[in-house]
């Protein structure tokens, strides 16, 4: 029997939906803006059965891969589970087999040796294939046009990784897809092996080096000469695993590491810089300025995830689980490790931050994110409270003026991750934000989209969901002409 | 509790009844008119004028109509789901034990 009614946190708006759906022609507030072809991919995760452990992390929630495709203005909806080995052994025994995030030996020993990659990251789409992300395991390809799950992928056997990041970073002056895999030879092994994959799909280059210390390699950044490669606090051994943990505990004294790879060097190229106790879970962008690299992203003061506690008995603190922008820059002329970081806006941000793609390894001026303001309205009388703990603005962020403009999304409601969809041949920060908001009033989901010139107008058009989305992790647009679309 | 009474009323594990929109409003019509005091009164559209018949917006069969007459009961929208409530009481730990991303 499934029963979820233990868990606390499965209730309400957040209760599981766990169904596969089709819309067709969604009922849109507004209007959907005429040059949008293409389809925002979600992904994002669902409990099939509910965890076998009552402390396991979300992070090992099922996959489920959703479109809003867009077509001459109507808008498709179509939400899949993926359909992973584990997916399928869990339905055939009608029970959770998998133990906590990344523990093999928390499983039910019927599964020992199968893929237990739930899929549940980011969706990507490069050279005309579309894919779901996991950091723990290789892409699976998915169909476009059904979202039904076709397999992992290796890139003809060219990618020699057993894991595949789930931020790999597309460089827009080339189309090559920078990526990479850590503890790539096998769990808690120090090895990143780090590609360069042509945009035909063709593995152009393999670079292989260690870590100081076995961490979470979540994001990177790329400018036109380096890969940006930050590693923090989360640590990890076989030990741990053995003791029935979960894979990551946060440890405080770890200095935050980042390491500055030239894209065309090799291992011994390498510098690593050291840092104080942070978190850079995700990044926004980076450049190259003479011998220096600049480096931003929205970052957390330290450990943002209660899931993965501290080692040392102690308590997560809420309080530093906060991300702000930040700006580090790592002299390559120096001698020493250190570099500078400046806190570029004092209002803590989702670090759930883009940048315009186009602009990736360039210099910039335009970050989005998500943030709670708690000067604006929230009604919690339709809504429920839950505290003020809401996003409810997309911000962009002008990084050369220090200015910020933004979109509220309305009182009974809280924004999932802001996408950003440049218009065709328009300047930098000229096209849409897109994401979707739960509107805990109505009981359902909508998709946003507004002019991202004008966010304090409010948005142009809202795709109606008459139901709860799966939540997601991570939304990408892909404009019709990046797969083959039906 | 027999099974004409369970459709109207469905009773949870914390003990709180939870009464459907037709069955409260029966029960206050009929609480009123042993008080001897205007349901409509209680609902709030009444001033203390006294009482005017005006066509409402009404249920009947669970269904919305137009009540010409004035004598049925007004609708009022619910307030919403209140979909977040049911999350409100955990301490931030918990809460981002499940959701670091709202
Ligand atoms: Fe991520």
């Known amino acids: ?73 109507v808008v498709n909806y179509k939400g899949r589970w993926v359909k992973t080995p584990r997916f399928k052994a869990d339905l055939a025994a009608k029970k959770q087999l998998f133990g906590k995030y990344r523990n093999p030996f928390t499983d039910d020993p019927s599964v020992h040796g199968l893929d237990r990659s739930v899929q549940n990251t980011t969706p990507l789409a490069f050279a005309g294939k579309l894919f779901t992300l996991k950091e723990d395991s290789l892409p699976y390809e998915i169909d476009c046009n059904t979202l039904e799950t076709i397999g992992p992928y290796n890139f003809h056997g060219k990618y020699r990784s057993l894991t595949f990041t789930a931020h790999p970073k597309v460089d827009p002056t080339t189309g090559e897809m920078i990526c990479y895999g850590y503890e790539a030879e096998g769990l808690e092994t120090k090895d990143v092996f780090l590609y360069t994959i042509k945009k035909n799909g063709e593995v152009a280059r393999e670079l292989r080096f260690k870590v100081p210390y076995v961490s979470m390699v979540h994001d990177i950044a790329i400018t036109q000469k380096y890969v940006i490669i930050p590693i923090f606090g989360f640590v990890s051994s076989m030990e741990r695993l053995k003791e029935g943990k979960v894979h990551w505990g946060w440890d405080d004294t770890k200095p935050a590491m980042v390491a500055i790879v030239p894209r065309d060097g090799e291992a011994k190229d ?48 809420p309080t530093k ?90 009182p009974t409601h809280s924004l999932q991750e802001v996408c950003f969809v440049p218009r065709k041949n328009g300047a930098e920060g000229d096209g849409y934000v897109m994401g979707v908001a739960s509107n805990y009033a109505e009981m359902r989901s909508e998709l946003i989209i507004a002019d991202a010139q004008h966010l304090e107008d409010g948005d142009v058009a809202r795709v109606i969901l008459p139901f709860r989305a799966t939540a997601q992790v991570h939304g990408r647009w892909v404009d019709e002409s990046e797969l083959p679309f039906a | 509790m027999d099974a004409n009474a369970m459709r109207e009323t469905t009773k949870f594990e914390s003990g709180v009844n939870f009464v459907t929109r037709r069955n409260f409003l029966g029960l206050l019509t009929a609480a009123c008119a042993a008080a001897s005091i205007p349901a409509a009164k209680l609902l709030g559209h009444t001033a203390d004028v006294p009482f ?47 959701y670091c991303y709202l």
């Open chain 1, 321 to 410: 689980a906060r991300a702000y922008i930040r700006r580090q820059t790592f002299d390559l002329n120096s001698k020493d490790d250190g570099y500078t970081e400046d806190k570029i806006f004092e209002r803590n941000v989702s670090d759930l931050g883009r940048v315009d793609d186009r602009y990736l390894t360039q210099p910039y001026r335009y970050a989005f994110t998500a943030y709670g303001d708690t000067q604006r309205p929230f009604e919690q009388w339709k809504a429920g409270s839950l505290g003020g703990r809401v996003n409810n603005c997309y911000g962009r962020f002008d990084l050369a003026t220090g200015k910020m403009n933004s979109y509220f999304a309305g």
């Open chain 1, 1 to 73: 029997m499934v029963d979820f009614s233990k868990m606390d946190t499965m209730k309400g708006f957040f209760a599981p939906t766990r169904f596969e759906a089709d819309v067709y022609d969604c009922e849109v507030i507004g209007k959907v803006p005429a040059d949008l072809n293409g389809a925002f991919v979600r992904l994002g995760g669902d409990w099939l059965y509910p965890p076998k452990f009552d402390d396991d992390s979300p992070f090992s929630m099922d996959g489920y891969i959703n479109t809003f495709r867009f077509k001459n203005g």
């Open chain 2, 52 to 98: 005017e018949r005006r066509p409402v917006v009404a249920f009947h069969m669970d269904q919305l109509y137009v009540d010409r007459t004035g004598k049925a009961v007004p609708y009022r929208p619910p307030a919403g789901y209140r979909g977040a409530e049911p999350l409100a009481h955990l301490s931030e730990t918990e809460l981002r034990m499940q």
């Open chain 1, 270 to 317: 390498i510098r690593w810089f050291k840092g104080p106790s942070r978190a850079t879970v995700h990044t926004l962008n980076a450049r190259d300025e003479g011998n220096k690299v600049i480096f931003e992203a929205p970052i957390y003061d330290s450990n943002p995830f209660p899931f993965f506690p501290p080692i040392d008995g102690s308590a997560w603190d």
